[in-house]
């Protein structure tokens, strides 16, 4: 202790002093170093938690967006798909119109060579009756008085059977 007052240094002021210290040291690790550290931990815990759910969320991010890439390339086939399909059935229902069609203008036709044939034979008897009538008023006047009644028929029919 010679050497404490040597450098004049009193005991009981320095044990005083140290008890102040350690009242104040404690004081303040109560009050304001605990609380603040542990502030300082949840708030670590807090930005970690964050960084944890922003990287979730980045990966969720990442996830769905693969999932709608693909989403739509399977609506982009689909569409495809439907369009191809369309193509076929137009080209199935114009193959169907035109085979429809062509088999009306057939139709069409024979009808027609029909009717023109019925014409062409009703125009045959017609142009052999008036012949027929031509002959027989040309034999007439011809033959007048030259021939019987009865021979006169005869001749008649027998050139309306040839003609």
Known sequence: MEILQLFGV??????????????????????????VMANMEKRNQEIEQGLKDAEKSTQKLAESDREIRKNVQETQA???QIIMQAKKDAEAEKHTQLEKTKEEVKHLIDKAKEQIASQQEEMILQAKAELAETV????????????????DKKYIDSM????
Do not use: G, H, S, Y
């Open 78 to 80: 689909k569409a495809m």
């Open 136 to 151: 027989v008023e040309t034999v007439r006047l011809v033959m007048d008085n030259k021939m019987n009644k009865d021979i």
């Open 10 to 35: 009193d005991w009981k002021l320095m044990l005083a002093q140290i008890f102040n210290f350690a009242i104040v040291a404690f004081v303040l690790w109560r009050f304001a170093i605990k609380p």
């Open 160 to 163: 309306l059977k040839k003609v």
